[in-house]
């Protein structure tokens, strides 16, 4: 990344990868239980075995994605290898966050018979 460019295309692709999961995560998951009926009052980790019993995520696969979120917490934008250690991390699993995605919209189509 010799530019300034190259840094902002970069810093924008993790900021919205980080903030791409932390929604699903934070707001996604609880609408996806309300929308079903379901009580979402318990722990996170309820909320993602409850999901993995649904067949939408894996929750090994969800931790992993925590972890490379957790990776772009903390500061990269001064040294320009970590960044793109980051941004090849974010593109090697960013399938895996947009297949959850779909997995919820998918289960959210209510079934008409």
């Known amino acids: 990344m010799n530019s300034r460019g190259h840094l902002a295309f970069a810093d924008q692709m993790i900021y919205r990868f980080s903030k791409a999961q932390d929604t699903i995560g934070a707001r996604g998951f609880k609408a996806f239980f309300l929308f079903q009926g379901e009580n979402v009052d318990k722990p996170f980790l309820?909320?993602?075995?409850?999901?993995?019993?649904?067949?939408?995520?894996?929750?090994?696969?969800?931790?992993?994605?925590?972890?490379?979120?957790?990776?772009?917490?903390?500061?990269?934008?001064?040294?320009?290898?970590?960044?793109c250690e980051i941004l090849n991390a974010i593109i090697q699993h960013w399938h895996l966050l947009s297949n959850i995605l779909a997995e919820l919209r998918v289960k959210s189509v209510p079934i008409i018979d």
Do not use: C, G, P
């Open 46 to 83: 309820d909320l993602l075995n409850q999901l993995e019993k649904l067949n939408i995520m894996d929750v090994d696969q969800w931790f992993l994605l925590r972890e490379v979120n957790n990776t772009i917490a903390h500061e990269y934008e001064s040294h320009h290898q970590q960044a």
